[in-house]
């Protein structure tokens, strides 16, 4: 196990032990504007729930879209989604927009977390899904969703990590 395996699963089993709701914060829904395209997702695993995030940029005008992942070596794609369409089996037990839905270029995405800290450095899955896409859009606004209890000061970013611009928690909105 490496230190980030390590890391990961004690902030996963904070995660579980913890709730709380993410609430659209007034500096994210200023960000908004009809013609942007908001990757979000759909969370498991306790994972931090984004839908009032995803609502104000459903009201906004906002262009909804979904990760769609084949599997661990394949990068993500964005497809777009709205509200209520059906959603398909994915791995990992997510559930994803099918296939043939148009992928998008995001202008914002919102980013689930496992660990993150002050300085917008972020610990995800693993596989470099969220960092691969941040390697491909590279000007997309990236916003880590995640409960305050996942903050911790134990993060070494690697040569490849991009740093998220903001965190929407629970608690509070953090500008890195
Ligand atoms: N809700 C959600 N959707 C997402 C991600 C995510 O983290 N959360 N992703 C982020 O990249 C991408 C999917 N990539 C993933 C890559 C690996 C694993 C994974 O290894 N999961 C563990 C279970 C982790 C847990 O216990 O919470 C596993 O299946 O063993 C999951 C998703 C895109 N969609
Ligand atoms: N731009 C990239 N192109 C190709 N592979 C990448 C890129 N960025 C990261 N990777 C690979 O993806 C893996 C990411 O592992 P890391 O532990 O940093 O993921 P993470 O911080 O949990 O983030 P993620 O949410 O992206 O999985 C590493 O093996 C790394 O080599």
Redesign the pocket.
Known sequence: MTD?DSLRATLRARRRAASGAIPAWPPFVALLSPALVVASYVPVGGEADPAALERAARAAGCTLALPHVVDRATPLAFLAWDAGAVLTEGPFGLRQPPAHHAAVAPDVVLTPL?GFDRQGN???????????AF?AFPDAHRIGIALAVQETDQLAP?P??VPLHAIATDREWIVP
Do not use: N
């Open positions: 980030k496992v972020r610990l995800g899955q693993g596989a470099g899904h969220y960092d691969r390697a690697d490849w990590d």
